[in-house]
């Protein structure tokens, strides 16, 4: 089975750092990826790392480590937008496809 | 590339009622995954297709749901006799499977079910 946990509910202020968390524990490990969701609205992809280390997006990164089952996502110069849930998701080969383990989401909301 | 597309956005059904989501992935993309997500929970794996193949199901995937995808591009999602706890937003994805970026994976924008 698939065991994944990132905070519930973070804060942070404007213009700031954030850095979300995630713990992961996993057979089959293919990737893992970074979603944000906006209340009412589907996931919207934000980051996928395969092998260990940080990528850079933008104001987004991610990192992985896989021998420690952990990633991060971080969150530079937030806006007042950036307020969502960020879900990490475990990447499992099946089928020739990947299935995605969803945590339950972090909830992060931005303040002046 | 017009994104994944579903359809309706919203549906209200009376208990027992049979409902029918469609989606349409990003074209050219024969990978297509069906996902459910309740309030406050991420999106839990339903079912995928490679092309018209259902090659994995849930064992959240009860006999009253049943997805096709018949000719290896648009899919259905089938409820029969709908419960309140299907109440839920389905959410429909695919991926390309083509190198370099073919194990991402992109939402629709999902389709609300609420079962009165």
């Known amino acids: 089975g698939q065991n994944i946990d990132q905070p519930t509910e973070m804060t942070a202020t404007e213009g700031a750092i954030v850095q979300i968390n995630c713990t992961y524990q996993t057979s089959g490990f293919n990737g893992l990826f970074w979603y944000q969701q906006h209340a009412g609205e589907a996931p919207t992809f934000l980051s996928y790392n395969v092998l260990d280390g940080l990528e850079e997006k933008g104001r987004f990164s991610s990192f992985l480590s896989r021998s420690k089952g952990y990633s991060y996502l971080l969150l530079k110069e937030l806006q007042m937008k950036d307020s969502a849930s960020y879900l990490c998701a475990v990447s499992k080969v099946t089928g020739g496809g990947n299935k995605l383990t969803f945590g339950t989401g972090t909830q992060l909301k931005v303040e002046l | 590339d017009t994104g994944v597309s579903q359809d309706p956005r919203h549906k209200i059904t009376k208990r027992g009622q049979n409902v029918t989501f469609r989606c349409d992935p990003i074209?050219?993309?024969?990978?297509l995954y069906w996902y459910r997500q309740t309030l406050g929970q991420g999106p839990e794996f339903l079912t995928y297709f490679q092309n018209e193949a259902q090659l994995e199901k849930s064992r959240l995937l009860s006999d009253r749901f049943s997805a096709e995808r018949p000719k290896g591009s648009f899919s259905t999602l089938e409820i029969q006799r709908t419960e309140q706890g299907d109440s839920a937003m389905y959410l429909c994805?695919?991926?390309?499977?083509?190198?370099?970026?073919?194990?991402?994976?992109?939402f629709g924008e999902g389709s609300w079910l609420t079962v009165v």
């Open positions: 994805a695919s991926s390309s499977g083509q190198a370099p970026s073919g194990n991402t994976i992109y």
């Open positions: 074209s050219e993309h024969n990978r």
